[in-house]
């Protein structure tokens, strides 16, 4: 575990950080690469009443229950706002209730539902579910409820506290890495994370976005990554940007996989025509590079090219995953191009092909490149054609 940078410790007069970095951390989910460690964020409301706003995860507990004890200073806190209950947030939620038994979770009708599966704790009298728009007094602090579905998940809502105009926006405006590695480049993580963790969910994002319009947001405080105080539009832009399913970026996406080589090579040359053309370009070896980065950049980019061997009389199998992510991302809206090798039967193009006819709003350009085994002469000029196509 980490210390947090003091910036984060004081989100205002009486709201103050008591979440956790966690350095230990290799995969997300089990399955997203955390390389500079993940925070999850937790923050205590001090006024007549006193509220916890989540928790945090199962690895980080008793750093977060040392956080929430210093905080206290020797009050006992009256509630537990449970915005999202998936265990990164909800793993210390029994924890507290048991400590201090007048304790009341605050949460969605879901949640009310979901918190006991997680526990053999018994939630009895002590939770209130609370309705859209219900109003929780503290004091001079006051928190707004409403209901943000799937954005993570069924049960999410957010928060809105209007003394110091906080929104807590549970997932949304998160993203990976610890707070003691954070850096002035919000986009990057947050792009990878809000596409792998929330990009189906694009329609229920903008719900949730409309809902908060209402509000005079002055901070907004996520469930990971940093507490954004400074030129929200920006963060909100990007947000809309993102959950319409228009790219952010004028340019092109290379996503390959090669058995021999021959393929990457193709996808290179293809690179140096785009970037000749005054492309922006990037390029993504999917048997090597991260999956969630790959998935990333499809969102990102206006245009995409598949690049991938014909295996087994079907697509190479980093391709296939490729696809399939993308798929059950709800990945839309966008330009694809395609390049297949094969030594005796290449088909890979037209079977990526009847694959993307099955996604929404994908136009997939007629020209292609047929790489037979390895690049000559004639595969260079269709990957010059290609680029030109591309350009267009
Ligand atoms: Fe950060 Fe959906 O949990």
């Known amino acids: 575990?980490?210390?947090?940078?003091?910036?984060y410790i004081t989100v205002s007069d009486d709201v103050l950080y008591i979440g956790v970095d966690d350095l230990k951390i290799d995969l997300f989910e089990g399955q997203y690469a955390a390389p500079e460690g993940?925070?999850?964020?937790?923050?205590?409301?001090?006024?007549?009443?006193?509220c916890i706003m989540d928790t945090t995860d199962p690895n980080t507990k008793d750093e977060w229950e040392q956080n929430l004890i210093t905080a206290?200073?020797?009050?006992?806190?009256?509630?537990?706002?449970?915005?999202?209950?998936?265990?990164?947030?909800?793993?210390?939620?029994?924890?507290?209730?048991?400590?201090?038994?007048?304790?009341?979770?605050?949460?969605?009708?879901?949640?009310?539902?979901?918190?006991?599966?997680?526990?053999?704790?018994?939630?009895?009298?002590?939770?209130q579910a609370v309705k859209e728009g219900e109003k929780l007094s503290l004091g001079k602090h006051e928190l707004e409820f409403f209901m943000t579905p799937m954005v993570h998940w069924p049960e999410v809502m957010m928060a809105y506290e209007s003394y110091d105009k906080i929104l807590f926006t549970a997932d949304a405006?998160?993203?990976?890495?610890?707070?003691?590695?954070?850096?002035?480049?919000?986009?990057?993580?947050?792009?990878?994370?809000?596409f792998n963790i929330c990009g189906k969910y694009g329609a229920q994002v903008q719900a949730a976005l409309k809902k908060?319009?209402?509000?005079?947001?002055?901070i907004i405080a996520p469930l990971h990554g940093p507490v954004l105080r400074e030129n929200l539009m920006y963060y909100g832009k990007l947000y809309d940007t993102w959950s319409k399913y228009e790219p952010e970026t004028k340019g092109v996406f290379i996503a390959h996989c090669s058995l021999h080589g021959n393929t990457a090579q193709a996808a290179q040359l293809l690179k140096d025509e785009l970037a000749a053309l005054g492309e922006k370009v990037a390029i993504s070896d999917l048997c090597r590079d991260d999956m969630a980065e790959a998935v990333e950049d499809a969102f990102r980019y206006d245009r995409i090219v598949l690049a991938a061997p014909t295996y087994d009389s079907g697509i190479m199998p980093?391709?296939?995953?490729?696809?399939?992510?993308?798929?059950?991302?709800?990945?839309?809206?966008?330009?694809?191009?395609?390049?297949?090798?094969?030594?005796?039967a290449p088909q890979s193009a037209r079977l990526m092909r009847n694959q993307l006819a099955e996604f929404k709003d994908i136009t997939v350009l007629d020209q292609?490149?047929?790489?037979?085994?390895?690049?000559?002469?004639?595969?260079?000029?269709?990957?010059?054609?290609?680029a030109k196509a591309l350009t267009h």
């Open 38 to 50: 993940m925070s999850y964020n937790s923050y205590l409301i001090l006024d007549e009443k006193v």
């Open 173 to 194: 405006f998160g993203k990976f890495g610890a707070l003691c590695h954070e850096t002035d480049d919000w986009a990057c993580e947050a792009r990878r994370y809000y």
């Open 72 to 127: 206290l200073n020797g009050r006992t806190p009256d509630y537990l706002v449970v915005l999202h209950c998936e265990p990164d947030h909800a793993a210390c939620v029994s924890w507290a209730l048991e400590k201090w038994p007048q304790c009341q979770v605050i949460c969605s009708a879901k949640a009310a539902q979901f918190l006991p599966q997680f526990s053999d704790f018994d939630y009895t009298g002590r939770i």
């Open 1 to 7: 575990m980490a210390t947090v940078d003091p910036k």
């Open 368 to 386: 292609q490149v047929t790489i037979k085994s390895s690049v000559k002469a004639e595969t260079r000029e269709a990957i010059k054609a290609l």
């Open 212 to 218: 908060t319009a209402k509000f005079d947001v002055k």
């Open 318 to 344: 980093a391709m296939d995953d490729f696809l399939h992510h993308l798929k059950s991302k709800a990945w839309q809206r966008r330009s694809v191009a395609l390049m297949e090798n094969g030594t005796w």
